[in-house]
């Protein structure tokens, strides 16, 4: 069968190459390219992409195989409950150079003024500083090193304090991504003796925006690519499915330009805000937070996917109750607009194209709750001076998980740092005579928290949740009877 190329665009028009994007993944292929390529066809707009692949390795495909055309299998359910489904050959893509071995093809975009926007994913631990990295290297390891030494280079080029600079979307998921980059750009440039008037000219001339991204992109659809493939009438080894939802929130602070990329102007999956920690604050504690508040709930219920436990309405209860009552109240964003997040989360999570692991998703599973759901855990208790029902329960329930009292633990062991097991086989001895004392541990444990949790409302509560978990095989069932107690 014949791989897909740009033959199979239908004539659909190839844009001129403007942006550069550090990062072949599936994500941004999913999210960010998707995007651009329905910006160009809405608006007629001209914005092609060059794929950097930021490090070797990776993907063992390249887009160069395809003229940089690829498919995206957009599935979900729409609002109304009815299963969509949307495939489109992304044309925006014009070819993939690699960091490593092509430095100098980089370098050459950096010299070319018609490259306006750089977007990213290279991963939360992208944006480091590495002190390692030299002004000579060609090229440095690290990201923001690669994009110090493009910056400069464009500096050098282009007329240097009259030089047009870039404007950033990196959408790493890190807090205040573009600020992080921006920060470590400029260490790298005072560090490497760069000079005042590029340092002033990286600041005053380049915009580096703050970004957050949603979109859930399950990635190469494997078990079902032979079927696909048969429909489409060619071989497409980087075709990509993702769910339908999709939100780009995209910061424009006070004395920051529009960006470059009009990607608000016909897209409601796009919005451009002067502040987007609200945003930010609703993802993390409603989508994140029913995900890691359900998981060990999940897991001792022996479900295996977020689908599975979806059609349980006893779980669906649950995350309907803990939202109202724990998430959304201490949340900044109007509740009408939260009300509605939550109602998508609730069907992005019955996605019947999905399978979202729920053991994939324990990964750092306490570290994601410390994230994630304490926040609203310590505002709930604030505010009604009780310990939160569905949340302890899951509180509890990661104890469970981590200390294997559940059915399925030798085949489900935590998957964490060293020191956080190690802590957690302490728990589990002081359990062995003392199930309070297991839990005022557990809670009191400073390294997991950052604090002390270990009220006498909270650690009561905890323990009977403990023990409702455990005295008997979980069950979904089980679950429900909590939430109607």
């Known amino acids: 069968m014949q791989r897909v190329n740009e033959t199979h665009l239908n004539g659909h028009p190839r844009p001129a190459e403007r942006i550069i994007q550090f990062g072949e993944g599936n994500f941004l292929r999913a999210f960010i390219d998707w995007k651009i390529d329905l910006m160009n066809e809405a608006l007629g707009s001209d914005f092609g992409v060059v794929v950097v692949r930021p490090i070797a390795g990776g993907i063992p495909f390249s887009l160069n195989d395809s003229d940089g055309v690829y498919t995206t299998i957009i599935r979900g359910v729409d609002d109304d409950g009815s299963e969509r489904a949307d495939t489109r050959q992304i044309a925006c893509v014009r070819r993939e150079v690699s960091a490593v071995d092509d430095w100098q093809d980089v370098l050459a975009m950096a010299r070319n003024t018609d490259f306006c926007a750089v977007v990213s994913n290279t991963t939360e631990a992208g944006i480091t500083y590495v002190a390692e990295c030299k002004k000579d290297d060609a090229p440095p390891a690290s990201f923001p090193a690669k994009v110090t030494l493009m910056l400069l280079e464009r500096f050098n080029a282009c007329g240097m304090v009259e030089a047009p600079g870039f404007h950033f979307l990196p959408c790493e998921l890190i807090d205040h991504n573009g600020d992080a980059l921006r920060e470590t750009v400029l260490k790298h440039a005072a560090d490497w003796g760069l000079g005042t008037e590029f340092i002033t000219w990286v600041k005053e001339k380049n915009a580096f925006f703050n970004t957050l991204v949603d979109r859930i992109v399950p990635g190469y659809p494997r078990d079902e690519a032979e079927a696909l493939e048969k429909q489409l009438g060619y071989h497409d080894p980087l075709m990509v499915a993702a769910e339908l939802f999709h939100f780009l929130v995209i910061e424009q602070r006070e004395g920051q330009p529009a960006p470059c990329l009009p990607l608000a102007e016909k897209d409601s999956g796009t919005i451009i805000t002067p502040n987007a920690d609200g945003y930010k604050e609703r993802k993390v504690a409603i989508l994140n937070g029913a995900h890691t508040a359900l998981c060990p709930l999940a897991l001792l219920a022996g479900a295996d996917t977020v689908k599975e436990t979806m059609a349980a309405k006893p779980a669906a209860a649950f995350l309907d109750a803990m939202l109202a009552t724990e998430i959304i109240p201490y949340l900044s964003l109007p509740k009408a607009e939260l009300n509605e997040f939550s109602a998508a989360v609730l069907r992005r999570f019955a996605n019947p194209f999905i399978n979202h692991r729920w053991y994939d998703i324990s990964l750092n599973g306490i570290a994601k709750f410390h994230t994630r759901n304490l926040p609203r855990f ?108």
């Not at 030798?410 to 359990?431: C, N, Q, S, Y």
């Open 378 to 485: 310590e505002a709930h208790m604030a505010a009604s001076g009780a310990a939160p029902r569905f949340m302890g329960l899951s509180l509890a329930a990661w104890l469970a998980f981590y200390t294997g009292a559940f059915a399925k633990a030798d085949a489900l062991p935590p998957r964490d740092a060293e020191d956080v097991i190690a802590r957690f086989t302490g728990f589990k001895t002081i359990g062995e005579s003392d199930t309070k004392e297991m839990v005022r541990a557990y809670l009191a444990d400073e390294a997991l928290w950052g604090k002390s949790l270990a009220s006498d409302a909270l650690v009561a509560l905890v323990e009977e949740a403990y023990q409702y978990l455990t005295a008997e095989p979980f069950s979904f069932a089980r679950l429900g009877d909590w939430v109607n107690r």
